[in-house]
Structure formats: structure tokens, C-alpha cells
């Protein structure tokens, strides 16, 4: 198994540190989401949230701290440890992004939060954050040659829009 070199992990992780400050100041710093720190009118979305999505939530949750040992032993070139968190959209919306492991510090996931899909224009660069592992809501171990483990709640979401798009008899 290939696996990249002890420091290039800590050094890209500081790389993306470093561009932090600049990102903050621009004020538009993501704000990712848990359940405990989310404001008053986000409440009740997320609980619909978390009641329709019970079952996959629980199993992605249920797996992730082995996902996170592997991850931590290593991956082989090419693989990514992907995950789901939600971040404000608005006073009383959020919506779901993905985000690149950098690393943990204890309970403390260090990541690059990806842009969202080509919405705009100009690309977006992805952007360094931090937030406890409660704010995970999914994993994908993505594989270099196309593989994915994990991906339960995003599973779930494509299976139910395929029954959706069924046409009734």
C-alpha cells in the first residue's frame, strides 16, 4: 500500500491554515453545523433532517470511527476520505457540502470544505475547516479507481429520487 510520507499530511494542513485568516477576513467563512451549536431557527430543519434521514445518519455515524482509523493508518495514493457536513445557507436554512480530510486532532476534523457544484461562474477554491466530528453527517472513502465505501445517507438520497422519478401505473 502506498501511502504519503508522515509529514506531507500536517504539511497540507498548514497550508490550509495559512490561507485561513484571509478567508475569515473576507467574511465568508463557512460555518458548519452541529446540533448542539446550531442558532434557534435552524432547529427545526435540522430535526426534519435528521427524522427522514434517521437510519442511514445513524449507520454513517455507527462506522465512522473506523473509517477514521483507516484514514489515520493511511490511505493509498489516489484514495480520498471524503465527508458530508451541513453549513448555514441562511437564518433558517443550511445545506449539505462536502468536505476533503486533511486530519484529526482528537475530535477536531481538519478539512478542505469543497465548492459547490458549478453554480457560478468563476471557480471557487475549497476552503479550510475546522469543526467536531458530531458536525459529520456522512463519509465516502473514495478510491482512485472510482470505488466508494461509506456514502450511506448519499445512498439513500439517490435511491429515493429513483423511486421518485418512477412513473405510476
Given at each position: 500500500m502506498n501511502?504519503?510520507?508522515a509529514f506531507v499530511v500536517p504539511l497540507l494542513a498548514g497550508l490550509a491554515w495559512l490561507q485561513a485568516p484571509a478567508v475569515a477576513a473576507q467574511g465568508t467563512a463557512p460555518?458548519?453545523?452541529t446540533a448542539a451549536s446550531a442558532p434557534a431557527g435552524l432547529r427545526p430543519a435540522l430535526t426534519r433532517d435528521e427524522t427522514a434521514f434517521a437510519d442511514p445518519l445513524r449507520e454513517a455515524q455507527r462506522t465512522l470511527p473506523q473509517a477514521k482509523k483507516r484514514f489515520q493508518a493511511g490511505l493509498p495514493q489516489?484514495?480520498?476520505?471524503l465527508i458530508s457536513v451541513r453549513v448555514v445557507a441562511s437564518d433558517t436554512s443550511f445545506r449539505q457540502a462536502s468536505a476533503?480530510?486533511?486530519g484529526w486532532r482528537g475530535n477536531t476534523v481538519q478539512a478542505l470544505l469543497l465548492p459547490e457544484e458549478a453554480n457560478s461562474a468563476s471557480p471557487m477554491e475549497p476552503l479550510p475547516v475546522s469543526f467536531p466530528e458530531t458536525a459529520?453527517?456522512?463519509w465516502t472513502l473514495l478510491r482512485?479507481?472510482?470505488r466508494e465505501e461509506g456514502n450511506y445517507v448519499g445512498r439513500y438520497l439517490d435511491t429515493a429520487r429513483q423511486l421518485e422519478s418512477l412513473p405510476f401505473r
Open positions: 501511502t504519503l510520507p460555518i458548519v453545523l489516489g484514495d480520498q476520505f476533503r480530510v486533511l459529520v453527517v456522512d482512485a479507481g472510482g
